[in-house]
């Protein structure tokens, strides 16, 4: 069994987050730490650990993790303007909390897609 992370508990409502969209597959909120003046996770319901662990059964929640992030685009104000959605996977990809996630980032220019190599 994959283990819970923080997300469970905010989907759960247990713990405090800024809930900006919920319904029965998908919750997204506000990050804790934004990285640009919009950033919202939008997060599957179910316990997904990684983008490694998809199984074709998943594919209409993923799906509607993108129907969702464009509308919380619209309702923000930055589908016009433009912005990122963002999956990272396990230690290269920089994930920190194992339970699938899509990043909505947006409201400034967000600058090169990747850090360059030093
Ligand atoms: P990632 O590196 O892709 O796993 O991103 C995890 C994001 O989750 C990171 O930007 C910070 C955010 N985060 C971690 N813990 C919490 C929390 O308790 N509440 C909220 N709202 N966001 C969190």
């Keep these: ?11 759960r409502r ?8 919920q319904d029965e597959q998908v919750t997204a909120f ?7 003046p919009v ?3 939008v997060v599957p ?3 997904i650990p ?8 998943d594919e209409p929640v993923l799906g509607h993790m993108f129907v969702v992030a464009a509308r919380i685009a619209a309702q923000e104000g930055i ?8 999956v990272n996977c396990n230690r290269d ?6 339970h699938l996630h899509l990043h909505i980032l947006g409201g400034r220019r967000l600058g090169p897609m990747v850090m360059r190599q030093s």
């Design 50 to 57: 990684t983008a490694n662990d998809v199984v074709p059964e």
């Design 30 to 36: 506000r990050d804790i730490n934004p990285q640009a």
């Design 1 to 11: 069994m994959p283990t819970e992370t923080i997300f469970s508990k905010i989907i």
């Design 79 to 86: 589908a016009e303007s433009g912005y990122r959605l963002l």
């Design 93 to 98: 990809g920089g994930q920190e909390v194992y």
């Design 45 to 47: 319901n179910k316990l």
């Design 39 to 41: 950033h919202i996770l």
């Design 14 to 21: 247990e713990i405090p987050s800024d809930i900006v969209y």
